[in-house]
């Protein structure tokens, strides 16, 4: 597990000083963090915004706690995961079901220069890759959210998760390969990558 680094034992000096701007960058800077927790977790585009607004009200009220023993983005990560449970919880939804979530994806414009074909075609793959990681079971879809779009590490997401590390590594692994098979039946080898 690696600490927190300077900046953001700095930033939430100035947070817990009163700073509003502070808190506000700290927001901006773990949005999209939390956002890929939530949108993995609850189907509900209402719910996802509160419990999105829930995420943060916890992090500005327990700020004073964080123990700078991890990551700060692991921290929120780990409040985003378990704000999810409590709600799916609270709502009675199964947690081990592999629902498929149906959430606006954020847009994906390439850079300059792509060929409009091509760009469809890369649009098309990945909004196809996203519909299947999303009807995977929710502690697959969560530990490949947090390994590959957030760059977390085994120990940060067991961490968030509340798991030991062999087993991210295992719901990584399955995930992976019930992912590819997934793809593989559904589109093909030479249709998906094509």
């Known amino acids: 597990m690696s600490a927190c680094p300077p900046e953001s034992k700095a930033l939430i000096d100035r947070i817990l ?4 701007k502070a808190f506000k960058t700290l927001v901006e800077d773990h949005q999209r963090l939390v ?11 209402q719910d996802r915004e509160d419990v999105c607004q829930d995420v ?13 023993e991890s990551r700060l983005s692991t921290w929120i990560a780990r409040i985003a995961h378990n704000a999810c449970l409590t709600h799916l919880e609270a709502k009675r939804i199964p947690v081990a079901d592999e629902d498929i979530l149906d959430y606006e994806r954020p847009d994906t414009t390439g850079p300059e220069g792509i060929a409009p074909d091509r760009l469809f075609e890369s649009r098309d793959l990945a909004e196809r890759i996203q519909t299947e990681i999303d009807s995977l079971p929710l502690n697959f879809r969560t530990a490949l959210t947090l390994f590959h779009l957030d760059n977390m590490n085994y120990a940060e997401i067991a961490d968030i998760m509340k798991m ?7 719901h ?3 995930g992976r390969r019930m992912l590819k098979e997934r793809l593989s039946a559904r589109y093909g080898v030479e249709d998906l990558w094509r």
Do not use: C, Q, W
């Open 35 to 45: 956002s890929h927790v939530v949108f993995r977790m609850i189907a509900n585009r």
């Open 17 to 20: 000083g009163g700073d509003r």
């Open 56 to 68: 943060f009200m916890k992090v500005y009220r327990n700020l004073g706690r964080f123990r700078h």
């Open 164 to 170: 030991p590390e062999n087993t991210i590594k295992s």
């Open 172 to 174: 990584l692994f399955r």
